[in-house]
Structures are given as C-alpha cells and as structure tokens.
Nanobody, 130 residues
C-alpha cells in the first residue's frame, strides 16, 4: 500500500522559509513521479513542484520558480520541498502525491498536473503572514 506522510508545515512571516518533507513507503521509490501540490480555500488544487525519482527531472509552477526547490533522497524514500521567500499567496494546504509512470515519469514531472497522480497524503498547512 502506497503511503505518503507530509510534515514541516506551519506559520511563517512573509520572506521566511519552510522545508516540507514527504516520507513515502509501500512502493519502489526509484520508479515514480512524486510531487507537491497545494490548495487554498476556494481554489482548485494546483501543482507546485514535481520530480521524477528515476532521473531527477523536475517541474515547477511559474509562481514558485526561483523560490522553491524540490529534491529527493532515494536512500530515505523521502521528497523535500524547500520554500524560500514565502509570500502570503503561498498560504494553502500542501499535499504530497505519487504515481508510477515508468518511462513517462520525466514528462509527468515537468507538467506536474494533479490529474496524473493517484496516491495522496493527508496534507500539511502552510500559512504565511504579511
């Protein structure tokens, strides 16, 4: 059974930083696309950053490029999202998601669309105050 557990959310002032972690289990970590998504109240869930664990290909939303960095530690089966220069608009529940796409994982990571991911964590709240 695929399990994804997010941690690291919290309250931070604008301009600050947070690092989210997604601990995974129940699947072969090296063959998956794994991503971070967020959903703010009244808005649709959107892709933030995704990574192909087989070759490290990444994809980012335009709104977070140059501020957020996704990385994976294949030895720990964990994916991280380093968030710097946070702004109030980043406030949302952040979800980790994963899916097996074999040779398509790099493409899935670049596009980073929620529809391409079937396994989801419970989410962690990130709140950025002005």
């Amino acid at each position: 059974e695929v399990q994804l557990v997010e941690s690291g959310g919290g309250l931070v002032q604008a301009g600050g930083s947070l690092r989210l972690s997604c601990a995974t289990s129940g699947f072969t970590f090296d063959d998956y696309a794994i991503g971070w998504f967020r959903q703010a109240p009244g808005k649709e869930r959107e892709g933030v950053a995704c990574i192909s664990t087989s070759d490290g290909t990444t994809g980012y939303a335009d709104s977070v490029k140059d501020r957020f960095t996704i990385s994976s530690d294949n030895a720990k089966n964990t994916v991280y999202l380093q968030m710097d220069s946070l702004i109030p608009e980043d406030t949302a529940v952040y979800y980790c998601a994963a899916d097996y796409h074999y040779s398509d994982s790099p493409t899935i990571a670049r596009t980073c669309l929620p529809i391409d991911f079937r396994s989801w964590g419970q989410g962690t709240q990130v709140t950025v105050s002005p």
